[in-house]
């Protein structure tokens, strides 16, 4: 079956530092992949998103890119700010029969950023 | 208010009652899905529904029944709750069924069982 996994967190950066939350997969097919960002006392919420191969998902400074050869999907941020902090969930979205678009998740990351 | 809502947003029961976790949406989505979120296992789906009357079993759906009978609302239940329960559960509905499609999240349910 389908399954995701994320780098181990907690991760702790200062402010302005560069950021990558790994993210691999496995599956057949050809998935659609997406990051989540879950803010304290809230519900999730989609970050970016790529449904093909080599796609570039990218929002609010993050970027990710679909890459089907080492079935990865690598959250990355060039300068992070005290308001990231947050959790980041990798996920995978299913389609076809009663698949219905449910999501996969992984384990999800905790990010501190200081200032 | 438009979006998702959930409620209770907290609840403490005990072992063994019935507790029902509420979900509505106002988008008119199709698609509805019940996940719960534990440390170290990220989110896992429970039950999820295409339409009214129409659900299926997740990955974790023991003990738990859901309902739809309006489009709008996707009810949870525990029917005999356990320790073991005691979780986050999040609602979320999607506009399609497609792998590509992003799912909207209410604001969770954090329930305790003792």
């Known amino acids: 079956g389908d399954s995701v996994t994320q780098m181990e967190g907690p991760v702790t950066l200062s402010e302005e530092a560069f950021l990558t939350i790994n993210c691999t997969y496995t599956a057949t097919g050809y998935p659609s992949l997406f990051w989540y960002v879950q803010y304290p006392g809230e519900g999730l919420q989609l970050l970016l998103k790529?449904?093909?191969?080599?796609d570039k998902g990218s929002n609010k400074g993050f970027e990710a890119t679909y890459r089907k050869e080492t079935t990865s999907f690598h959250l990355e941020k060039g300068s992070v700010q005290v308001s990231d902090s947050a959790v980041y969930f990798c996920?995978?979205?299913?389609?076809?029969?009663?698949?219905?678009?449910?999501?996969?998740f992984g384990q999800g990351t905790i990010l501190t950023v200081h200032p | 208010d438009a979006g998702i809502t959930q409620s209770p947003r907290y609840k403490i029961t005990e072992t063994g009652r019935q507790v029902t976790l509420m979900c509505h949406q106002t988008w008119s989505h199709s698609y509805m899905f019940w996940y719960r979120q534990d440390l170290g296992h990220g989110l896992r789906l429970i039950y999820y529904?295409?339409?009214?009357?129409?659900?299926d079993k997740g990955e974790v759906p023991d003990g738990y029944v859901v309902s739809r009978s309006k489009t709008e609302n996707f009810p949870l239940t525990l029917e005999s709750a356990t320790r073991s329960q005691t979780s986050v559960y999040f609602c979320?509905?999607?506009?399609?069924?497609?792998?590509?499609?992003?799912?909207?999240f209410g604001p969770g349910t954090r329930l305790t069982v003792l």
């Open positions: 529904s295409a339409a009214a009357d129409i659900t």
């Open positions: 996920a995978l979205g299913r389609a076809g029969g009663t698949s219905y678009g449910k999501l996969t």
């Open positions: 790529a449904t093909k191969a080599d």
């Open positions: 979320a509905s999607s506009e399609g069924g497609g792998e590509g499609n992003e799912q909207f």
